[in-house]
């Protein structure tokens, strides 16, 4: 349905993002060339980073929370010699260093960042402080204090030695951990100094980078909502890992009018299912996807009709 808002397009893109773009940029961009009427995204990117960005249209933008809770998978080189003011190569220089781990001394330091842990975020991030953004007050010459805050690595590696200065490696993470800090404490732990000079995110819940398109290939004539909804994965691919549980018809109406179903009435269907995380699981009306509901000892109940 298209109208002067722009047309309704529902569902997922994933974009390959491109060196020196803002996640913001590439929103935009795919607002335009899709005439959709509405946009978001799920976890930003640093313009310095690459990789997977999903992009989500209309309904799929009611998923979003659920994509920014999943693992995540990166590469970054991390450059030990300096620190700089962004913790990435787009800052200045802050401090530097003679020292260069070796990579018996990189791999014992990685003990250190496994499982649950605390860290700093960067000065220039999006962390609001007393109101004002991060990056705004350093922008400003002020330098706010971030407190600790908690992140869950479940695996950060070395991958190669690219030379005496520069090592990259794999992090997979759950949410809201950030690289450039992770970079940086690991350069310290080395007793060093360090940044991130290459970034790519690689996976995004059920998503991944080799399924991404090139953001030129979307917009690529510059013609407004002339883009292929082709490329437009369901909403429901976002919650592939989400048990499925099978409703009838009915049932499905009566959670539509958000209603609960009573547990007996699905207890044939729903005892095959242990340790569901948080109790979500996906209902389906055959291969119509119905929502997410939440279940207990007692009852269904919806959280997210679609």
Request: net charge neutral; with cysteine; glycine share 8%.
């Amino acid at each position: 349905m298209r109208n002067r808002r722009g047309q309704t397009v529902d569902g997922w893109l994933l974009i390959d993002k491109p060196l020196e773009k803002t996640s913001a940029f590439i929103v935009n961009k795919v607002k335009y060339a899709f005439d959709a009427r509405k946009v978001g995204h799920s976890g930003t990117l640093d313009p310095l980073a690459t990789g997977l960005l999903p992009i989500a249209f209309g309904k799929a933008t009611k998923t979003i929370p659920y994509i920014l809770d999943k693992e995540k998978k990166y590469h970054f080189t991390l450059t030990f010699g300096e620190s700089r003011t962004t913790d990435d190569a787009e800052g200045e220089v802050l401090a530097r260093s003679d020292i260069r781990p070796s990579d018996e001394e990189i791999n014992k330091a990685l003990e250190l960042f496994q499982g649950e842990i605390l860290q700093v975020p960067p000065i220039f991030s999006a962390i609001k402080v007393e109101g004002k953004r991060s990056y705004d007050l350093a922008r400003q010459g002020e330098i706010p204090e971030l407190k600790k805050r908690p992140a869950r690595i479940d695996s950060f590696r070395l991958i190669k030695r690219l030379d005496k200065d520069r090592a990259k490696f794999e992090v997979i993470s759950g949410k809201g951990v950030y690289m450039r800090s992770l970079a940086r404490d690991l350069a310290v732990a080395c007793r060093s100094v360090g940044y991130i000079s290459e970034l790519r995110r690689l996976k995004v819940g059920p998503f991944d980078v080799a399924d991404a398109f090139l953001l030129d290939k979307i917009v690529g004539n510059d013609n407004k909502g002339e883009a292929s909804l082709d490329l437009i994965l369901p909403v429901e691919t976002a919650l592939d890992d989400i048990p499925a549980l099978a409703l009838t018809s009915d049932e499905a109406t009566e959670l539509g009018f958000g209603r609960v179903l009573e547990r007996g009435q699905i207890e044939d269907r729903v005892s095959q299912f242990t340790n569901i995380p948080d109790g979500i699981v996906r209902a389906v009306d055959g291969k119509r996807f119905v929502g997410l509901c939440r279940l207990d000892n007692e009852c269904l109940r919806p959280i997210r009709i679609f």
